[in-house]
């Protein structure tokens, strides 16, 4: 596996909330990554695939759900990061690579 597809394999998805439109008109965008990922190969997936300059980077856990199954508790969800990443004043990512 090459360096740029390890990359494109960080990301998992972009998230869409209300409180995160609200963020991206300050420049601030917010991602769903791998839980393995740190600061500097979610700025460096992301300079990568979107060819955007990102100034910052802050990272928390998402947690996953605790559901009740049949046969006691549950979780659901994927084991993964948020990762909200600031842009360089002037950039967006609408520009993809």
Do not use: C, W
Not at 22 to 49: D, P, Y
Request: proline residues 2%; aromatic residues 4%; hydrophobic residues 40%.
């Amino acid at each position: 596996m090459n360096a740029t597809n390890s990359l494109k394999d960080i990301i998992i998805k972009p998230l869409m909330t209300e409180k995160v439109v609200s963020a991206e008109q300050q420049g601030k965008h917010t991602f769903l990554v791998r839980h393995t990922a740190n600061k500097i190969t979610v700025r460096k997936a992301i300079e990568n695939i979107y060819g955007v300059k990102v100034k910052d980077v802050n990272i928390m856990p998402h947690r996953q759900k605790k559901v009740m199954r049949r046969f006691g508790q549950g979780i659901k969800g994927i084991r993964a990061k948020k990762a909200i990443v600031t842009l360089v004043k002037g950039e967006s990512l609408k520009k993809s690579k």
